[in-house]
């Protein structure tokens, strides 16, 4: 009994590295994912464009936007303890999502944490199915489906 007792006493950090090892590697960082020529569909001015990508980040969830200047948008998501800024570009015809800064999502330069790739890439389809693309929406976790999004008319908060 005192053998089998020391035996799992001695065991006990092997069994609690291999735990945490198993729950940081389902968190693993990924690639950062940077929307890069995004196209919208039909015509439309550089208003129109920023109505549409701001009724986008409304159906999302947690997105706070702020114009920079005339094509270009900063947007911010902020959800428990993280939170992530992106800058979107865009003009008439294409618009770019890049990254700026995040709290908590582990980013080390290349490497960033799947929420955010996950974020930015609802983000992305939001943006293209408002704009006529007719994306599907893969689930994923993220909010909003494929009628998420108004082509016009007021912006609706998910909430």
């Not at 009994?1 to 960082?29: E, H, K, N, W």
């Not at 995004?38 to 920023?50: A, D, K, M, T």
């Not at 109505?51 to 986008?56: P, Q, S």
């Not at 689930?139 to 016009?152: I, K, L």
Request: charged share 15%; net charge positive; with cysteine.
């Amino acid at each position: 009994m005192i053998d089998r007792r020391s035996t799992l006493r001695s065991l006990a950090p092997v069994f609690i590295a291999v735990g945490a090892g198993i729950g940081l590697g389902a968190c693993r960082g990924q690639p950062i994912y940077e929307s890069t020529n995004g196209q919208f569909q039909g015509r439309g001015s550089l208003s129109e464009r920023e109505a549409l990508i701001r009724r986008a980040a409304a159906s999302q969830g947690g997105w706070s936007v702020q114009s920079m200047r005339p094509g270009l948008l900063r947007a911010t998501n902020t959800w428990r303890s993280h939170q992530m800024t992106v800058d979107i570009s865009f003009d008439i015809r294409s618009f770019t999502i890049r990254y700026v800064n995040s709290v908590n999502l582990d980013y080390d330069g290349a490497q960033i944490h799947s929420a955010y790739n996950a974020r930015v890439q609802a983000l992305e389809r939001a943006i293209l199915q408002g704009s006529g693309a007719g994306l599907p929406v893969s689930g994923g976790g993220t909010r909003g489906g494929a009628d998420a999004v108004p082509v016009s008319g007021p912006v609706v908060s998910p909430e």
